[in-house]
């Protein structure tokens, strides 16, 4: 049972555009979702997180979207740059045990961004 | 800044081989995690631990074992390495088990194959 749908799975779009990916949850046991970058050869890195008690969170570029009624959140990346390609996963775990349950990550996105 | 360290970049291993795999974090975090990432997978989680010899069960444990038996060292364990345990291998760890939602921090990957 994939408990984080996250879509789409591939995504090119042009430098200076607005790339976004989307995840959807079903566990209502969930409240914090962390977005995961990953470059090629490396370990996948904190981008940015939110707790459900809001619903965007803007850091520089990055901004997430929450919806809690709908249980979906979503991530924009405005003025895109070739840097920037990568692939994105979005996780999610219950908050209250401190981070000492596992992430349930999403399947990931492979980002392209065209110069 | 965190550093978790994985033993091996690359290893080579044939079915039926004992497989160990190391973590080491240097920053005196609670919590640590071993998970497998496949293409169109993403990263699942094994086994995570928050405390020395506690160890729990993530979404997949099963052929695998882990060891806890110093804070910032966290092994995996393959008892017989089989084909479909050919994989990315991530560790990662986190601060605390009290504060509400932590950051993972992750090595970068032990590729291992299984001939």
């Known amino acids: 049972q994939q408990q984080v749908k996250q879509s789409p799975q591939s995504l090119i779009v042009q430098k200076g555009g607005i790339p976004i990916i989307n995840c959807a949850y079903e566990?209502?046991?969930?409240?914090?979702f962390p977005w995961y970058q990953q470059f090629p050869g490396k370990g996948p890195a904190l981008l940015i997180a939110i707790r459900p008690d809001v619903s965007e969170k803007k850091e520089g570029r990055f901004t997430i979207s929450f919806n809690k009624s709908a249980k979906q959140f979503s991530l924009h990346i405005m003025d895109s740059q070739p840097g920037d390609s990568a692939t994105y996963f979005c996780a999610a775990t219950p908050a209250e045990r401190g981070g000492a349950d596992g992430l349930t990550f999403g399947k990931g996105t492979h980002l392209i961004i065209q110069p | 800044d965190v550093k978790v360290t994985q033993s091996s970049r690359y290893l080579v291993k044939r079915t039926g081989e004992k497989v160990f795999l190391e973590c080491v974090q240097d920053m005196d975090h609670e919590n640590m995690f071993w998970y497998r990432q496949d293409p169109g997978l993403g990263l699942r989680l094994i086994y995570f631990?928050?405390?020395?010899?506690?160890?729990e069960k993530g979404d997949i444990p099963e052929g695998y074992s882990v060891s806890r038996e110093k804070k910032e060292r966290f092994s995996l364990i393959l008892e017989s390495a089989s084909t479909n345990q050919t994989s990315m291998y991530l560790c990662?760890?986190?601060?605390?088990?009290?504060?509400?939602?932590?950051?993972?921090?992750f090595g970068p990957g032990t590729r291992l194959l299984v001939l």
């Open positions: 631990s928050y405390d020395v010899k506690m160890k």
């Open positions: 566990n209502t046991a969930f409240d914090y």
């Open positions: 990662a760890s986190s601060r605390s088990r009290t504060g509400r939602g932590e950051t993972q921090y």
